[in-house]
């Protein structure tokens, strides 16, 4: 594999329209001549989560919420 510090940015369009497409991990690294965990690492350093529950409620996540 490729011996390179950073991703360019068209690296990571090619990574997220290979999620978009749903392309394993793999397969994209192999596109990109990297190391699958890099493109796992990547992945999991920009991901979006997002806490949602019932419509027309509010999220709280607070441990002491129900006391």
């Given at each position: 594999?490729?011996?390179?510090?950073?991703?360019s940015n068209?690296?990571?369009?090619i990574i997220?329209?290979?999620?978009?497409?749903?392309?394993?991990?793999?397969?994209?690294?192999?596109?990109?001549?990297?190391?699958c965990t890099?493109?796992?690492?990547?992945?999991?350093?920009?991901?979006?989560?997002?806490?949602?529950?019932?419509?027309?409620?509010?999220?709280?996540?607070?441990?002491?919420?129900?006391?």
């Amino acid at each position: 594999m490729a011996n390179q510090k950073h991703l360019s940015n068209l690296d990571r369009i090619i990574i997220e329209n290979g999620l978009r497409d749903r392309l394993s991990f793999k397969y994209i690294a192999s596109k990109l001549n990297k190391d699958c965990t890099t493109i796992s690492k990547e992945v999991l350093k920009n991901l979006d989560k997002r806490n949602s529950v019932s419509q027309g409620r509010t999220f709280n996540n607070c441990l002491n919420r129900y006391k």
